[in-house]
């Protein structure tokens, strides 16, 4: 009886140090965005658009396809205190690459120069 109650502590104690390892890997999500080359935008999470997301700390990779577009993120609501960030510019076509932490709230992904045409709103919750 006693052995046994021994094991199931040992067990429990194995278990309890899988989840802590576990927990502890922190690998940065990452968001794809796109700019371009039309009159488009998107962002998306393991090839699927963004809706909502956790709050937290994102790698984007943004590929502009475009000189005529940029991306931009930025956090509509609540507008204060703003966080905006111009990932690519206008005239810039390429990849870059920026890590951000997304606070809760609604969000933005779009193009500057096409706003009303080019965006993509999303929630990020806590
Ligand atoms: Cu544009």
């Not at 993120?73 to 810039?92: A, H, M, N, Q, Y």
């Not at 193009?111 to 993509?120: G, I, R």
Request: aromatic share 8%; glycine share 10%.
């Amino acid at each position: 009886m006693k052995a046994l109650s021994l094991a199931a502590i040992v067990v429990a104690a194995a278990l309890a140090i899988a989840g802590a390892a576990f927990g502890s890997r922190s690998s940065t999500p990452t968001l794809k965005g796109t700019t371009g080359p039309g009159y488009s935008v998107s962002l998306t999470k393991g090839g699927k658009k963004v809706k909502t997301l956790k709050a937290g700390k994102y790698k984007i990779v943004v590929s502009d396809k475009s000189t005529f577009h940029n991306a931009v993120l930025e956090r509509e609501k609540p507008s204060k205190p703003k966080i905006e960030k111009d990932i690519t510019g206008v005239g810039f076509t390429g990849t870059k690459t920026v890590v951000m932490t997304l606070k809760p709230g609604s969000w933005r992904f779009y193009c500057e120069v096409h706003e009303s045409q080019m965006h993509q709103d999303f929630k990020v919750t806590k």
